[in-house]
């Protein structure tokens, strides 16, 4: 193993900015051609994005037993979680508005591309269509959200029945399939991350033309942006959680912080709420919450529990529309806070998911794509908030489940040694 250490993934985000803005200050317009890089970068995303949704619903159907009440009540908690994040997001965009607040960025983005036209008939009925695709693949074609879920259910459920059959009859063929679908799955979660690995360079060449081009004003105009997102995301934690903890689980607040730091932490390193999956157990294990409640709210409902995504897409999908100047109603406001719901319960756990599935709500809603680039530059950040919230989303469901499923008077059995992981 090589001793050199890698540089951080911030660190080269910011590298990659400074380069970018001496470029772009040196060459003047001349460096606009650099920031096809970028769009390169969210076109293999929105590629990709896709299937990696499709199997990572198959994957879950086949991989994931959820039964009883206590699953029943993870389900519940994690669906008011998820719809009281998307409140949020859509709220607080509504009301500050940050897409609206820098008139350079508002001018990036209508130089990105062809004239925008006002979205048209994006409401329930339009959605609801959307839940039969055409065909097998008009559903990875369009990038469509909930044709792609609806056939992901399909097989997985499916394979779930044919697993369930041939195991009742001691065969194993089943096996084959649940590590093939496992293994693309990963495939496409690695493919994902060489595409975030070169973010940096799209970073560079996005910066590099909006300086070039517009100077610095767009990069400051998305401060709103990442402080209304920051804000959303702080609201959720220190606001929606604690009152979990306080009036649900009756937990002290310093003590559920003090044993769930370590995972938070880490989260914040490793802008992943899957890569984040040992410390978290391990704090929940020193919390002393059962191993049924952990191991429910951590790994099975990990894709339940993904709060910081879904009040971010939410956020986003308006911070667009605002900074191209198109108003979207009520109606299509919801039906875009359902897709982010859908697209944000299959999604996995990887770094970027957030921006990874913000692609494909914005592509099925019928939003432009040019200002994804720039938002690349200060996805680093926001990324890592959304882990933290997603990781303190798992740990204080796995700890209302456990003040819930305990009888009055029972005392806890010692922990099992939960086993190694990752």
Known sequence: MSGRRRVPFYARILLAMAAGALLGLAAGPRAAPLGEAGKVVISLIKALAAPLLFFAIVDAFLRTTIHGRSAARMVAISLCNGAIALVIGLGISNLLRPGEASAALQKAAASGGPAVKPLEGLDFSRVVSGLVPASVGAPFVENA?????????????????????????????????????????????????????????????????????????????????VGVALLGLGLQVFVVYQAWLVFVAKVPLRSFWSGARDAVAYAAGASSSLATLPVTLRCLDRMEVSPASARLAACVGTNLNHDGILLYEAMAVLFVAQAHGIAMTFPQQIAAAFLCLVAGV????????????????????????????????????????????NVTSDMVVAVVLDRLSRRPGSVRAPAERLPATG
Not at 185 to 196: C, D, K, S
Not at 353 to 376: C, D, E, F, R
């Open 346 to 389: 299959g999604i996995a756990g990887v770094p970027e998911a957030g921006l990874i599935s913000l692609s494909l709500v914005l592509a099925t809603v019928g939003l432009p794509l040019q200002l994804l680039p720039l938002l690349l530059t200060v996805d680093w950040l926001i990324s890592r908030a959304r882990a933290m919230t």
């Open 145 to 225: 959200i909930l044709g792609i879920v609806v056939l992901g259910v399909l097989l997985g459920a499916a394979l779930r029945r044919v697993k369930n059959e041939q195991t009742a009859r001691g065969e194993t063929g089943y096996r084959h399939v649940e590590d093939g679908v496992a293994a693309l799955l990963r495939a496409f979660e690695v493919m994902l991350t060489w595409i975030i690995a070169i973010v940096p360079l799209a970073v560079f060449g996005v910066v590099a033309q909006t300086v070039g081009q517009h100077g610095f004003a767009p990069l400051a105009g998305l401060g709103p942006y």
